[in-house]
Nanobody, 117 residues
């Protein structure tokens, strides 16, 4: 089985937007609960957005509510994280993952997001 791959990160100025995307083998996003996470060195992976199998969304941290939006294109099973009003403290490696693979410690490939002027 292949890995889940996050891409589309980069360098953005404070206040700017970015929209990483998520690809996975076998249409596993549409068949599972999944989410976006971020990781900075020395800390645990932090969930920033969640989408259930039914398409319900949740943002565990109020700091992301209103700024981050998780979505999924059901036709091609590509996931997205629209991030607006980015702040320097949003700098991290961002990952997407299914809940099953997260529980197994399988993190796949992340994408670096750097918010800096």
């Amino acid at each position: 089985q292949g890995h889940v791959v996050a891409s589309g990160g980069g360098l953005v100025q404070p206040g700017g937007p970015l929209r990483p995307s998520c690809t996975a083998p076998g249409r596993i996003l549409i068949l599972n609960d999944w989410g976006w996470y971020r990781h900075v060195p020395g800390k645990r992976h932090e969930m920033v957005a969640f989408m259930s199998l039914q398409g319900d969304t949740r943002y565990p941290d109020d700091a992301m509510l209103g700024r981050f939006t998780i979505s999924r294109n059901s036709a091609n099973d590509v996931g997205y994280l629209q991030m607006n009003s980015l702040k320097p403290e949003d700098t991290a490696v961002y990952y997407c993952n299914t809940e099953i693979r997260r529980a197994q410690g399988d993190w796949g490939q992340g994408t670096q997001v750097t918010v800096s002027s």
